[in-house]
């Protein structure tokens, strides 16, 4: 085949990452045999301790451990230079940890990498496509140097097309494409050979809505399937919609695991909710501190009240009732706390610093 001109790596030899390249053997993915793991019938799809990482005197991973449960979407939430790619390149074994290990659906990554890899679907944050070839011809050429058999790839390619929603457009040549159509291609090279855990490092940075929207509906799309996911972002509502649980991640630590839920609690998890009012304010907040689920209450100007309680936006009703009589709301807001507050709250700073 002639060497198309490849957007980032200039060798086609070079240009796929080994990593997502699975055994021929070990195709059909979902269908192989189950690993042999007496203690834990049914392994973490990914699992890591200990995993620690330095770059000269940058402690890049410290100590970095967790588990992904089959079908569980997992992100890593941090800020730029926090560590993410250094554990993800651990992870898929293209940076080998000067401590810890990873296990694979059970499979140690260390000793046993080709089998540990085929089970992995990993999209980096560069690009390397073909933009000489269509979107099919890319995929095509990625499933073939990935050893998945022909009679299989066409059929898989259309549903991967489908998957990434770029159906319509899969016979346009790939330098046609916005930089979001790209990475949606390169999502679907990792999906070809059907891996267990899906891997995508900050997959929206760059990219038009258009394309975030159908990279966050396929990835759910995945996940309900039954697919397990790392997702890596600094883009907190990101993290919030596509994720169960949530690992925050700063200076190549994880300082908080949870669901969004628990990691809320960590900062108090009362919803803050703001009343502009007319009228008599002294007796208003009177009367709202006495409003169940209302934590506390107090004036912060001459027609405002500002309250934190459990049950936010549940509970405007009963305040704008509570008032009735002594004063008219004339304007609410509720904030509800989020993983950047949580985030706040852990290290004093926002994750976009
Ligand atoms: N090859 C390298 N040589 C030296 N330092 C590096 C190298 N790669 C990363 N680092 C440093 O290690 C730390 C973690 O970087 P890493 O790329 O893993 O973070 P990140 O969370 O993925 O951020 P980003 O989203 O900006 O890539 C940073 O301080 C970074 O400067």
Do not use: W
Request: glycine residues 10%.
């Amino acid at each position: 085949m002639t060497a198309p001109e490849p957007v980032i790596a200039p060798d086609p030899a070079s240009a796929p990452e080994p990593v997502i390249a699975p055994e021929p053997t070990s195709v059909p993915g979902h269908t192989s045999a189950p690993e042999p793991t007496p203690a834990t019938p049914t392994p973490p799809t990914l699992s890591c301790r200990g995993l620690s990482k330095r770059y000269g005197d940058v402690h890049a991973v410290q100590d970095v451990g967790f588990d992904i449960a089959p079908g569980e979407a997992y992100g890593l939430l941090g800020p730029n230079g926090a560590g993410k790619t250094t554990t993800i390149s651990m992870l898929v074994g293209l940076l080998r940890p000067d401590s810890g290990h990873v296990r694979v659906c059970g499979v140690d990554l260390a000793a046993d990498p080709m089998r540990a890899k085929a089970r992995i679907g990993y999209v980096p944050q560069e690009i390397a496509l073909y933009p000489e070839l269509t979107g099919r011809e890319n995929l095509r050429f990625f499933g073939r140097l990935f050893g998945l058999p022909r009679r299989e790839l066409a059929g898989r390619i259309d549903e991967v097309l489908d998957l990434v929603g770029l159906g319509g457009r899969a016979d346009d040549r790939l330098k046609t494409y916005s930089g979001g159509m790209k990475r949606r291609i390169n999502i679907g090279t990792a999906l070809l050979h059907r891996p267990e855990v899906l891997i995508l490092d900050e997959p929206t940075v760059g990219v038009d809505p258009q394309s975030r929207k159908a990279i966050l509906d396929g990835v759910e799309h995945l996940v309900g399937e039954g697919m397990s996911l790392l997702y890596t972002s600094h883009y907190m509502e990101e993290v919030e919609r596509v994720c169960d649980r949530v690992a925050i991640i700063d200076h190549g630590r994880i300082i908080a695991e949870g669901t969004r839920r628990e990691l809320i609690a960590l900062v108090g998890g009362a919803d803050k909710v703001e009343l502009s009012l007319e009228g008599d304010l002294e007796t208003a907040l009177a009367k709202l501190r006495a409003v169940e689920g209302v934590i506390e209450a107090a004036m912060t100007g001459a027609t405002s009240i500002r309250l934190l309680t459990e049950g936010g936006r549940h509970l405007l009703p009963a305040l704008i009732t509570a008032v009735d009589g002594c004063a008219t709301v004339t304007a609410t807001q509720v904030i509800e706390p989020d993983l950047e507050a949580t985030f706040l709250h852990l290290t004093g700073s926002t994750l976009r610093d």
